[in-house]
């Protein structure tokens, strides 16, 4: 491309500092360096996360930033030492890397990788290094990928190629919530067909885990929320039951106790909340019930009874549904074309990046599952 090799200006929404609206600025992008992929960002999901280190997380390093990870494009250009990629390639950029050398990635109890950002940096959520500067400034790549850009450069290990027909304003969600809630459900908790579970919290992350329970064959899904318009969404993706604990004077894991003769055999916490942690936990049936972590916090410590976990539950977390991000985005990617898995019934609103602002006051106030932004043209 005409563009390779040289330094690309372009828009991009600019978090400068903690709990301020995001800035769209002119920004330049530098060209790829060893073993770096420039790529031009077509479609990003708006997820929480983002949302999390702009008005919770707050880390005073982290900031300026470009954020968003949550992307699909086509690879602009390629540095020295790249052959997994060329340019016209779609692909999907990844938070999590998968180089495939070190221990965790040689490993199949993981999907850690030791290179990338999140080894090291998962309190900032960024590298200090970008190839991002607006302003005479450097600007920081957050989770190692700031999708809220028209172009980025990631390191090759951290990019999935995907198969070129695939709707890349569908399956950028694939590159955080839908893998964190499916994966969750099917490699990290392994549900087991004809089993009862629990998901707690029904945004993206919690439907995409409602989903993989349906899709590992449980008889019974419990989605529970405390917002009753979540309840038709939750069917939609297989629920057979809404509880809303705000219809009992009763903790919620003794109402679920009571639906199931003791509690689910599978519960999923997927709002990042400690309390609601803890409640999953205690929803599961003791000598084998299996609870996941699946929502993204760090400001709180958890805690439980002993006896909780002597009495044989089994308490996980999980990152990125436990998915091998180079392997398992494609595979996912194939799942939706093939029509196993959903990613449409996801997206409540379409809008641009210039509207990222809006798209974030919608996900604050709980008025969208997923909004896309479109960022370029194809």
């Not at 951290?158 to 459900?185: E, H, N, Q, S, Y």
């Not at 494609?330 to 641009?352: C, G, S, W």
Request: with cysteine; proline share 4%; net charge positive.
């Amino acid at each position: 491309m005409a563009t390779a090799g040289k330094v690309i200006k372009c828009k991009a929404a600019v978090a400068w500092e903690p709990n301020k609206p995001l800035v769209i600025e002119d920004i330049e992008v530098a060209p790829p360096q060893a073993n770096e992929v420039r790529i031009k960002i077509v479609a990003t999901g708006v997820c929480h996360t983002d949302l999390y280190h702009l008005f919770e997380g707050m880390h005073k390093d982290g900031f300026p930033a470009v954020l968003g990870h949550e992307g699909a494009g086509i690879v602009e250009s390629v540095g020295p030492g790249v052959s997994e990629f060329q340019p016209g390639d779609r692909v999907i950029p990844l938070f999590i890397s998968q180089c495939r050398e070190c221990r965790f990635c040689k490993s199949p109890k993981t999907n850690q990788c030791e290179k990338g950002w999140a080894a090291d940096h998962y309190d900032v959520m960024a590298l200090a290094d970008s190839r991002f500067t607006c302003k005479g400034k450097k600007v920081l790549q957050f989770m190692g990928a700031s999708t809220f850009s028209e172009y980025t450069v990631m390191n090759q290990i951290a990019v999935a190629k995907i198969d070129p027909a695939a709707p890349l304003d569908k399956v950028c969600l694939l590159g955080c919530g839908v893998c964190t809630g499916f994966g969750a459900a099917v490699n990290t908790a392994k549900v087991e067909p004809g089993s009862t579970c629990a998901v707690f919290g029904l945004g993206a992350v919690g439907l995409a885990a409602v989903m993989g329970c349906k899709f590992a064959g449980a008889k019974r899904i419990f989605a529970v929320d405390t917002n009753p318009e979540k309840a038709e969404k939750a069917r939609v993706f297989g629920a057979t039951d809404f509880v809303n604990p705000k219809d009992y004077n009763k903790p919620i894991s003794k109402v679920l106790a009571e639906m199931t003769n003791g509690g689910v055999d599978y519960s999923l916490e997927c709002v990042g909340n400690v309390d609601v942690m803890r409640s999953a936990l205690e929803s599961c049936m003791k000598g084998w019930g299996v609870s996941v972590v699946v929502g993204w916090t760090d400001k709180h410590d958890f805690s439980a009874r002993p006896i909780q976990l002597i009495a044989g539950r089994t308490w996980k977390g999980t990152l990125f549904g436990g998915f091998k991000s180079k392997d398992g985005v494609p595979q996912m990617v194939k799942a939706y074309m093939e029509r196993k898995v959903k990613l449409d019934e996801f997206i409540t609103h379409n809008m641009t990046l210039t509207q990222v602002n809006e798209a974030i006051e919608l996900m604050k106030r709980g008025g969208c599952i997923r909004t896309v932004l479109s960022v370029s043209r194809q």
